[in-house]
């Protein structure tokens, strides 16, 4: 089938394609949920009491597993296991592809007498051996050095992933090598949520306050995606390739009506939303708010915080559930930061706080004096870290999709600031002048210090263009893409702040109980002075911002390879280091990892827009150009002079294309072979502004890939 009849086709399947009744609950929510997870209750359920309190024990506080209740805890997943229909287990990991990865064994072991039986021993479950030399390294592993070990995490359940042929039971795992450095994420997160826990800790000890148990790091994760259909999706060589329109218009109706949002939801849409909704609450994950987004074939899901290191494999799950299902219901899921140009891109919010040993959100005011001048110290510490390490947080979001999208009207702009609202703003500025005692209307509550003034509540608009913003009881991380695993900009988060605690923890440590207040008074004042810069709560949009940005120090880098370098500057190495999250060696590596997988996704796009533009595209444009040479012989063979003049402007007008496309072509060509990354970015947009000028003016006809009209509206 050529290119033309396969679009044609595509369209005309989904206008005659009947609707589909979506399949109703068999079961109520409140028994799918958790389902297939082997969670507390299952486990109180499968496991002799003596061990399951062992085991509660080691997931409450973080310890390691009794090795001697292993082969017990084995055991009992196992049978959970097989009764669910799982016929193998899997350690579930996550490299730094930016992906899970699986290795499947069965739990088969052969008997004396020519059968089988199912075993599944503690130190099966505890410690995997996957071959590592496959995977993205930068320089930690070479090639011959294959060995590489997973490791139970028994803070994040194990869980159950089916399909129609079976079952397997998947069990959360690091990655690390032989010589023991980090080739996973989830490794350093850890170690970040431990950390932080330890320094905050310190801080509420200082405060006299509860500090015994751990401080835990939260997450909601915001999953914004594109919906498309399958036949249209494959008649999109650049979309199946790169998971992005290398060309394409956007039609004359797009969002500028703002109609999409939040509006009502497609039968078909609905019924895969309440899909993957099901399949998510027999996961555990608590999904619970979906709708349309701004662009048309946009939506959102949002989950329920959960603790940091649970929330970030759960959304990895969820982007998983999003992709496959879409598959059932004849549709694709795109996840990339920036599949269409012109219309909103896709992100990631990472809501993110700490929740106290007792259970109370510390970025939320408190209920009374003591509750509120610990919520200002670790919103002033906050203020510090990201002030501080700028460069770093914005690097954790630096990826080749994410360039399209970051301060595109539609994401945060590159430049790293704090929004805060205008109340807690003034509360700011009024410790910064030594201690005002008023505070904007709103809800004021006191704080109880003397030099302190009353601070709002929750009394503050929402700013939609800053990329760390204050939102009463979190802050929300709107840099993060859609494609980007939230462990990454977590590990950040929690290192710079945990820095920033242990700083004030130091100084608070040293302060007598009479000199206590003025201690703290200062150190908020000093952190204030030197750190407002970061405050800014207009429109990050502007022209204006960005030169007054510039006026205030604050970074602007727009790039993922500029980027990238904050990730080995000597400053960040030491503090990593200090910090015990990252070693010298595996931040280099991650540095080697993200250049190369950038390089590798400019490289794929650019050889991908080649074979377009010969294959596809110069192609129907010499179809045009023949198509136009009959019209005018037909009206010279009639006698007729009148239209022959616009047919010859349009053919030129082709033509001039033809020869620019193929000379963006040949400067695009010599690019990749010379592997000159920097200039193939422009490259490709200059060789897009040319082909999209051609689609306007080709025959609809003749046009082979689908267009925006019908990709965004035909679902």
Same mark, same amino acid.
């Given at each position: 089938?050529?290119?033309?009849?396969?679009?044609?086709?595509?369209?005309?399947?989904?206008?005659?394609?009947?609707?589909?009744?979506?399949?109703?609950?068999?079961?109520?929510?409140?028994?799918?949920?958790?389902?297939?997870?082997?969670?507390?209750?299952?486990?109180?359920?499968?496991?002799?009491?003596?061990?399951?309190?062992?085991?509660?024990?080691?997931?409450?506080?973080?310890?390691?597993?009794?090795?001697?209740?292993?082969?017990?805890?084995?055991?009992?997943?196992?049978?959970?296991?097989?009764?669910?229909?799982?016929?193998?287990?899997?350690?579930?990991?996550?490299?730094?592809?930016?992906?899970?990865?699986?290795?499947?064994?069965?739990?088969?072991?052969?008997?004396?007498?020519?059968?089988?039986?199912?075993?599944?021993?503690?130190?099966?479950?505890?410690?995997?051996?996957?071959?590592?030399?496959?995977?993205?390294?930068?320089?930690?592993?070479?090639?011959?050095?294959?060995?590489?070990?997973?490791?139970?995490?028994?803070?994040?359940?194990?869980?159950?992933?089916?399909?129609?042929?079976?079952?397997?039971?998947?069990?959360?795992?690091?990655?690390?090598?032989?010589?023991?450095?980090?080739?996973?994420?989830?490794?350093?997160?850890?170690?970040?949520?431990?950390?932080?826990?330890?320094?905050?800790?310190?801080?509420?000890?200082?405060?006299?306050?509860?500090?015994?148990?751990?401080?835990?790091?939260?997450?909601?994760?915001?999953?914004?995606?594109?919906?498309?259909?399958?036949?249209?999706?494959?008649?999109?060589?650049?979309?199946?390739?790169?998971?992005?329109?290398?060309?394409?218009?956007?039609?004359?109706?797009?969002?500028?009506?703002?109609?999409?949002?939040?509006?009502?939801?497609?039968?078909?849409?609905?019924?895969?939303?309440?899909?993957?909704?099901?399949?998510?609450?027999?996961?555990?994950?608590?999904?619970?708010?979906?709708?349309?987004?701004?662009?048309?074939?946009?939506?959102?899901?949002?989950?329920?915080?959960?603790?940091?290191?649970?929330?970030?494999?759960?959304?990895?799950?969820?982007?998983?559930?999003?992709?496959?299902?879409?598959?059932?219901?004849?549709?694709?899921?795109?996840?990339?930061?920036?599949?269409?140009?012109?219309?909103?891109?896709?992100?990631?919010?990472?809501?993110?706080?700490?929740?106290?040993?007792?259970?109370?959100?510390?970025?939320?005011?408190?209920?009374?004096?003591?509750?509120?001048?610990?919520?200002?110290?670790?919103?002033?510490?906050?203020?510090?870290?990201?002030?501080?390490?700028?460069?770093?947080?914005?690097?954790?979001?630096?990826?080749?999709?994410?360039?399209?999208?970051?301060?595109?009207?539609?994401?945060?702009?590159?430049?790293?600031?704090?929004?805060?609202?205008?109340?807690?703003?003034?509360?700011?500025?009024?410790?910064?002048?030594?201690?005002?005692?008023?505070?904007?209307?709103?809800?004021?509550?006191?704080?109880?210090?003397?030099?302190?003034?009353?601070?709002?509540?929750?009394?503050?608009?929402?700013?939609?263009?800053?990329?760390?913003?204050?939102?009463?009881?979190?802050?929300?991380?709107?840099?993060?893409?859609?494609?980007?695993?939230?462990?990454?900009?977590?590990?950040?988060?929690?290192?710079?702040?945990?820095?920033?605690?242990?700083?004030?923890?130091?100084?608070?440590?040293? *302060?007598?109980?009479? #000199?206590?207040?003025?201690?703290?008074?200062?150190? /908020?004042?000093?952190? !204030? %002075? @030197? $750190?407002?810069?970061?405050?800014?709560?207009?429109?990050?949009?502007?022209?204006?911002?960005?030169?007054?940005?510039?006026?205030?120090?604050?970074?602007?880098?727009?790039?993922?390879?500029?980027?990238?370098?904050?990730?080995?500057?000597?400053?960040?190495?030491?503090?990593?280091?200090?910090?015990?999250?990252?070693?010298?060696?595996?931040?280099?590596?991650?540095?080697?990892?993200?250049?190369?997988?950038?390089?590798?996704?400019?490289?794929?796009?650019?050889?991908?827009?080649?074979?377009?533009?010969?294959?596809?595209?110069?192609?129907?444009?010499?179809?045009?150009?023949?198509?136009?040479?009959?019209?005018?012989?037909?009206?010279?063979?009639?006698?007729?002079?009148?239209?022959?003049?616009?047919?010859?402007?349009?053919?030129?007008?082709? *033509?001039?294309?033809? #020869?620019?496309?193929?000379?963006?072509?040949?400067? /695009?060509?010599?690019? !990749? %072979? @010379? $592997?000159?990354?920097?200039?193939?970015?422009?490259?490709?947009?200059?060789?897009?502004?040319?082909?999209?000028?051609?689609?306007?003016?080709?025959?609809?006809?003749?046009?082979?890939?689908?267009?925006?009209?019908?990709?965004?509206?035909?679902?």
């Amino acid at each position: 089938m050529d290119k033309i009849s396969l679009r044609r086709n595509a369209i005309a399947n989904i206008a005659s394609r009947k609707s589909e009744k979506g399949i109703g609950k068999e079961k109520p929510i409140t028994e799918i949920y958790g389902e297939n997870v082997f969670n507390l209750k299952t486990m109180k359920d499968y496991l002799p009491k003596p061990v399951y309190k062992k085991l509660l024990f080691t997931i409450k506080h973080g310890t390691a597993l009794d090795a001697e209740i292993a082969d017990d805890v084995a055991n009992a997943m196992k049978r959970w296991a097989i009764s669910k229909g799982a016929s193998h287990y899997t350690h579930w990991f996550q490299p730094l592809t930016g992906s899970t990865a699986e290795k499947h064994d069965s739990f088969i072991e052969p008997d004396l007498e020519g059968g089988v039986m199912m075993d599944f021993s503690g130190t099966s479950l505890i410690k995997g051996e996957p071959d590592a030399s496959s995977f993205p390294s930068g320089g930690l592993r070479a090639t011959f050095e294959a060995r590489g070990y997973t490791a139970w995490d028994p803070t994040s359940p194990a869980f159950i992933k089916s399909c129609d042929s079976g079952a397997v039971l998947c069990i959360p795992t690091a990655f690390c090598s032989y010589t023991g450095e980090a080739l996973d994420k989830k490794t350093p997160l850890l170690r970040s949520m431990q950390t932080i826990s330890y320094q905050a800790k310190r801080i509420l000890k200082a405060f006299k306050a509860d500090s015994e148990g751990r401080v835990v790091s939260t997450l909601g994760a915001e999953q914004e995606y594109f919906l498309i259909d399958k036949e249209l999706y494959y008649a999109r060589p650049d979309l199946v390739q790169c998971s992005r329109t290398l060309f394409g218009n956007v039609p004359p109706k797009h969002q500028q009506m703002e109609d999409h949002y939040f509006g009502a939801i497609k039968d078909r849409v609905l019924d895969f939303m309440s899909d993957v909704d099901e399949q998510l609450w027999s996961l555990g994950i608590p999904a619970k708010t979906r709708h349309n987004e701004v662009s048309p074939a946009q939506f959102e899901l949002a989950p329920i915080f959960e603790e940091l290191n649970l929330a970030v494999d759960h959304n990895m799950l969820v982007m998983e559930v999003l992709r496959k299902t879409a598959e059932k219901h004849g549709l694709i899921c795109l996840l990339h930061e920036k599949p269409f140009a012109g219309v909103n891109g896709s992100g990631k919010h990472n809501n993110w706080s700490l929740v106290s040993p007792d259970g109370r959100n510390l970025l939320e005011p408190g209920h009374n004096p003591h509750e509120n001048a610990i919520f200002l110290t670790f919103l002033c510490a906050i203020i510090q870290a990201v002030d501080e390490h700028a460069d770093i947080l914005r690097s954790s979001v630096a990826s080749a999709g994410n360039d399209h999208r970051l301060g595109a009207n539609e994401a945060p702009p590159a430049i790293i600031s704090i929004f805060l609202g205008d109340q807690l703003t003034d509360v700011i500025e009024q410790i910064e002048k030594g201690g005002a005692k008023s505070a904007k209307t709103g809800g004021a509550m006191r704080i109880g210090v003397d030099a302190l003034p009353d601070l709002p509540k929750d009394a503050t608009d929402r700013n939609r263009t800053s990329p760390f913003a204050f939102t009463g009881n979190k802050f929300e991380f709107r840099a993060v893409g859609a494609s980007q695993s939230c462990a990454g900009p977590n590990i950040v988060l929690n290192t710079i702040v945990a820095e920033s605690f242990d700083k004030i923890a130091d100084e608070l440590e040293k *302060a007598k109980k009479e #000199d206590f207040n003025d201690v703290l008074q200062q150190i /908020l004042q000093n952190i !204030i %002075k @030197k $750190h407002k810069r970061i405050i800014f709560n207009g429109d990050n949009y502007s022209k204006e911002w960005e030169k007054e940005a510039a006026k205030r120090g604050l970074p602007n880098i727009k790039k993922t390879p500029d980027s990238l370098k904050a990730i080995i500057a000597g400053e960040n190495i030491e503090m990593f280091k200090k910090y015990k999250v990252l070693s010298k060696s595996e931040l280099h590596s991650r540095y080697e990892v993200y250049i190369e997988g950038y390089n590798k996704t400019l490289l794929i796009e650019g050889k991908q827009a080649l074979d377009m533009t010969k294959t596809i595209i110069i192609p129907t444009a010499y179809k045009q150009i023949n198509e136009l040479a009959k019209a005018i012989a037909g009206l010279k063979s009639a006698g007729l002079k009148a239209g022959t003049e616009a047919l010859k402007e349009s053919m030129e007008k082709i *033509a001039s294309l033809i #020869d620019d496309i193929s000379d963006s072509v040949d400067s /695009l060509d010599k690019a !990749i %072979k @010379k $592997h000159d990354i920097s200039s193939i970015p422009d490259m490709l947009a200059t060789l897009r502004k040319y082909v999209d000028a051609l689609e306007l003016e080709a025959d609809d006809d003749l046009w082979p890939l689908p267009k925006y009209s019908e990709l965004l509206f035909i679902y």
